[in-house]
């Protein structure tokens, strides 16, 4: 019987083949539509390492000599955000408070330089991210430490530095080629973007573990964390509220503090939830996943119209080669088999070329990139694993329908109509 189906597959050869070019472009479009689904929803799962639930974004303003109200004689904004920290802190709906300027999460705008490392001679000229934080960052976005420090351990040791050290994500040192170098090693070494050591050193105090920038990055960055200095523009204000807060109580936060927290001439005005923050930073990549997912429903509609329409053509010209198998004592089953059997071996023969284009995109590096690699063998064959189901799937609904009609036809009927 298989003899006898691969040479009819064979004699149908015109419209066999154009069926394995169509179901071959559409596998390789499919894949890539899968790939970059599978990627976005592994980022999305993967740890992000902060947790912004609870966290709100202070908006405020600085008054200027024109300004009315503008006191000349004011304190310094460093010592006035000083002074708005500790009257943060001391609310009764506030757990933690932080100034942070660049590289924190959802909000963009991250400063980056190469750095050296006395600890590492490869270590030259690494690009890494460096963010300006007060104590209060860590126990704000509750980042932890490589040995489970909870954030409020973190806050304490960081504000215990002096204005020269700093804590690092533990993916820096990774980025070195000096073999056999653990996480001790790096202890106290110096980093600065002068090759020299003469500018911009700072030692290595501690290590937290790496957080990414939004849920949908596909990496984690590679950061540095210095003593806040920058009390100019671009400066952060953060609050994580308390658990358990009512909607009411969160509305009432924003009103107690809107307008009536001021201190010298910086003036707190609103409040925004990291929800909103979030929605509005992770649009355009939902966006982008909502498009590649229509993208992929239109593609498996043609595909299985496709299929659908051939094998319904199909199985109309052979009612009579189907009515004499069954004459001859095969069974519906036994029919319907033989012509599922044809469409998958069509698509089996139709994917082999789709997978080598496939390995062809990943090794050209056109697809998404996911943990610093296009493509990675279980990544691969996972995708292809996939697409092959799904195009299977269309295959034996696309073919099941017609052959499910030409099932209820009887021999003789179809005989007399030949």
């Known amino acids: ?85 500790k009257r943060l802190e001391h609310h009764p709906a506030v757990e933690a408070v932080c100034l942070s300027s660049f590289g924190i ?20 000229g690494i690009p890494l991210l460096f963010t300006q934080v007060t104590p209060g960052f860590f126990s704000v976005f509750r980042i932890q430490g490589t040995n489970n420090e909870t954030g409020e351990t973190l806050s304490h040791a960081f504000a215990q530095l002096a204005s020269d050290e700093m804590f690092a994500s533990d993916n820096v040192i990774t980025l070195g080629q000096e073999k056999g170098k653990d996480k001790q090693a790096y202890m106290n070494a110096s980093f600065s973007y002068d090759p020299l050591f003469e500018n911009g050193v700072r030692k290595l105090h501690g290590f937290v573990n790496p957080i990414k920038l939004a849920h949908y990055n596909k990496d984690h960055a590679a950061q540095l964390f210095y003593q806040f200095t920058n009390y100019g523009v671009g400066a952060d204000l953060t609050v994580r509220l308390k658990d358990g807060l009512s909607k009411d ?60 329409g051939i094998f319904w053509y199909k199985t109309q010209c052979r009612q009579a080669e189907i ?42 590096e056109l697809t998404e990139v996911f943990n610093g690699q296009y493509i990675t ?25 017609p052959a499910w009609r030409a099932m209820q036809i009887e021999p003789a009927e179809a005989l007399h109509e030949e």
């Open 105 to 124: 999460p959802y909000r963009g705008g991250q400063a980056s330089n190469n750095f050296f490392c006395s600890a590492d001679s490869s270590f030259q």
């Open 1 to 85: 019987m298989n003899k006898n189906l691969l040479q009819q597959i064979w004699n149908e050869r015109r419209i066999n083949l154009s069926l394995v070019i169509e179901l071959m472009l559409a596998s390789i479009v499919l894949w890539y539509i899968v790939d970059t689904m599978l990627v976005y929803q592994r980022a999305y799962n993967q740890s992000p390492g902060f947790d912004t639930d609870n966290c709100y974004a202070i908006s405020y303003r600085e008054l200027m000599p024109a300004n009315k109200g503008y006191l000349a004689d004011a304190v310094s904004k460093k010592d006035a955000f000083s002074v708005l920290l």
């Open 377 to 401: 063998p279980l990544r691969f064959a996972a995708t292809v694993g996939i697409t092959y189901l799904l195009m299977l799937v269309m295959i034996v609904v696309g073919i099941g329908i």
């Open 323 to 364: 009515a004499l198998h069954k004459i001859v004592g095969a069974s519906s089953a036994h029919v319907c088999k033989r012509l599922l059997s044809e469409g998958v071996i069509i698509l089996t023969v139709a994917t082999i070329p789709a997978i080598v284009v496939d390995y062809m995109i990943g090794r050209w």
């Open 249 to 308: 109580q969160i509305n009432q936060f924003g009103k107690d503090i809107s307008g009536k927290y001021r201190a010298g001439n910086v003036i707190l005005t609103e409040i925004q939830s990291y929800d909103i923050i979030s929605a509005v930073y992770n649009a355009p990549t939902v966006a982008l996943i909502r498009n590649y997912t229509f993208g992929g429903g239109f593609i498996v509609l043609c595909i299985f119209s496709c299929v659908l």
